[in-house]
């Protein structure tokens, strides 16, 4: 079993602050997923990384995938209240299409 | 385009009790998921359909949950009978099909299941 932990497990910033999210895992992914999940929601797809080392931004938020392709962080810059949410790593291993979900990291942006 | 839909968006049953939730998903996905998500936990994937197909079951309790997806379209997922640590939002996600397994799963806002 391919098990994704994520760190830390909440955060709270104020706004214009900057934060950094981890996801890690002993287990090499095929592809690594961000989400973010609002209360009484879905999640909502941010990202997809796939090459190791591979960075990707959006907007005010960057993604890295790790050398290895197992571990991964997001990082926003100058946080929003909006950007208040649970965030979700989910890898994709080598076999197939399943995707193994972290446990989330909690981010409560304050005014 | 229409997003997936859930119902019910919530359920209140009595342990033992047996309760159903309906998912529609996206036009054209041939992919449909089920997912248990707790709280305070990341989802947790119940059950993989391939049109109407069962690619990955192995999380399933299958003693006391069921799915079904007969016409490749929408689906049902079934619990009885319902026990307290079944309290959780159920999730339901589709996608397109590609083969490389990197399209964007699309969710359903969820069914809140509260076990009394």
């Known amino acids: 079993t391919q098990l994704l932990e994520q760190s830390p497990q909440f955060l709270s910033i104020q706004e214009g602050e900057n934060l950094t999210v981890y996801c890690n895992s002993s287990?090499?992914?095929?592809?690594l997923q961000w989400y973010r999940q609002e209360p009484g929601e879905g999640p909502v797809l941010l990202v997809t990384?796939?090459?190791?080392?591979e960075v990707k931004k959006l907007k005010r938020l960057t993604f890295q995938f790790g050398d290895a392709r197992k571990d991964s962080s997001l990082h926003i810059t100058a946080a929003q209240t909006g950007d208040t949410g649970l965030y979700l790593c989910?890898?994709?291993?080598?076999?197939?299409?399943?995707?193994?979900f972290g446990g989330g990291t909690r981010v409560l942006v304050k005014p | 385009e229409a997003g997936v839909a859930q119902s019910p968006r919530y359920k209140i049953i009595e342990k033992r009790q047996s309760v159903a939730f309906w998912c529609n998903p996206i036009?054209?996905?041939?992919?449909l998921y089920w997912y248990q998500q707790i709280l305070g936990q990341g989802p947790k994937l119940l059950i993989q359909?391939?049109?109407?197909?069962?690619?990955?079951d192995s999380q399933l309790p299958k003693d006391r949950f069921s799915a079904e997806r007969l016409k490749g379209v929408d689906s049902t997922l079934k619990i009885q009978p319902a026990k307290l640590e079944d309290s959780a939002v159920y999730l339901c996600?589709?996608?397109?099909?590609?083969?490389?397994?990197?399209?964007?799963?699309?969710f359903g806002d969820g069914t809140r299941l509260s076990i009394l």
């Open positions: 996600a589709s996608s397109l099909w590609t083969g490389t397994g990197n399209q964007p799963q699309h």
């Open positions: 287990s090499v992914f095929s592809s």
């Open positions: 990384v796939v090459t190791g080392g």
């Open positions: 989910a890898g994709r291993g080598a076999a197939g299409n399943k995707l193994t």
């Open positions: 036009s054209g996905h041939a992919t």
């Open positions: 359909f391939q049109n109407n197909g069962v690619v990955d």
